[in-house]
C-alpha cells in the first residue's frame, strides 16, 4: 500500500513537471510562428526540435495517467510506451543532426541547409524501427511508474499479482534505449565541446571585433549567429540523460527495486526533456527580440554620417547596419552638412 501511495505522488509529479513542459514547448512554437521565424532555416531547426520535444511531452503526459496500478497490462497503456520509446528517439536523432549540420557549418564553413528535409525524414523513421522491437516482442507493459518496456513480469495468480524478473525487457531497456542514446548524446556533446573550442582559437586568432569585406564571409558569420544558440540543445540531453540513465543501471541491478528519491529525479529529467528546448527557444527569442528593439532605437538617434575607408572615400549613410559594420575598422566622422 505504502508503495502505490508513493507512486501515486511520483506520477502526480511526473504530470505537472510534464504539464509544464508542454505549456513551454507550446509557447515557444506559437511565439516563433508569430514572428515569421520559420521562414529561415536555423529556427526551422529549432521548431522541428521543439516540435519533437511537445509530443514526448504529450506522450509523457498520456503514459503516467495509463500506468494500471494493478500491475494489469491494457492497450492503452502498451500504445503509450509505443508512443514514448518513439518520440524519445525522434528526439536524439534529431538531436544528432543538428549537432552535425552546427559542426559542418562551423567548423568546415559546409551549409547544409539543403539536408533539411534528410534531417526530418531520418528523424521520423530511424525511431519507428526502434519503437517497433519491443511491440512484436510483447514487452510494452508498466513499467516502474510510467508505461515502457518492462523490467518485471505482473502474473495473476490465486494469491495475488507476482512480479517477476523480464531479463528479455531488460537487455530491450539498454540496447534500444539506455546504451546508444548514452553514446550518441556524448558523441553529440564532444562534438559540441570540440567546436566551441576550434571557434574560440579562431576568434582569439583572428581578433574578435575583425571586419567582415567579403559577403560570403558576412552571410556565413550572421548564419552561425543564429545558429549557434542551437548547440544548447545536446548539452542539455546528456545532462538530462544522466540521472535516469543512473536509475535505470540501479533497476537493473535489482529486481522489485521500490520507487525512492532516485526516482523522483528520474521522472523529473525525463520528463524534462521537453521543457529544456521550450526554455531554449523562449529565451533565444525573448534576446533576439530585446537587441532588435536596441540596435532600432539606435538607428534613429544616427541620422546623417559620413564614412571614410582606406583608401580615402567618404561614404555618406544613414543605415544602423552600417554605422555597426564600418564602425569596426573605419572613422566616422560627423556630416557637417
Known sequence: MDQNNTRDRIKFFGVAVAAISIVLCASSIICLVLLRLYTKSSYRLALYQVSSSLLFGVASLGTFYSFPMSGSNSVKC????????????????????????????SVFYKNLAKCEPTYVLFSLLVPLVLAIVPLTTKNYGPSDVWCWIQSLNYINSTNGTILEPNFNGKVEQ?????????????????????????????????GAALAVTNSGQQ?????????????????????????????????????????????YAAVFFITSWSMGPGVGLLVHMAIIFYITRRRRGCGRKVKNYVSIDEEGIATRGTSQRTVSVTSATHYVIPDET
Open 174 to 206: 539498454m540496447v534500444l534505449l539506455y546504451g546508444p542514446a548514452f553514446a550518441i548524446l556524448l558523441a553529440c556533446s564532444g562534438g559540441v565541446i570540440v567546436m566551441g573550442i576550434i571557434l574560440a582559437c579562431r576568434a582569439f586568432k583572428n
Open 219 to 263: 552571410h556565413h558569420q550572421q548564419l552561425l549567429k543564429q545558429l549557434l544558440p542551437l548547440i544548447i540543445y545536446p548539452i542539455i540531453f546528456f545532462l538530462y540523460f544522466l540521472t535516469p540513465f543512473a536509475n535505470r543501471l540501479y533497476i537493473i541491478s535489482k529486481d522489485n527495486v521500490p520507487p525512492n528519491s532516485l526516482t
Open 78 to 105: 502498451m500504445a503509450f510506451a509505443f508512443v514514448v520509446q518513439y518520440t524519445i528517439w525522434v528526439q536524439i536523432v534529431f538531436t544528432a543532426c543538428l549537432t552535425f549540420h552546427l559542426f559542418c557549418l
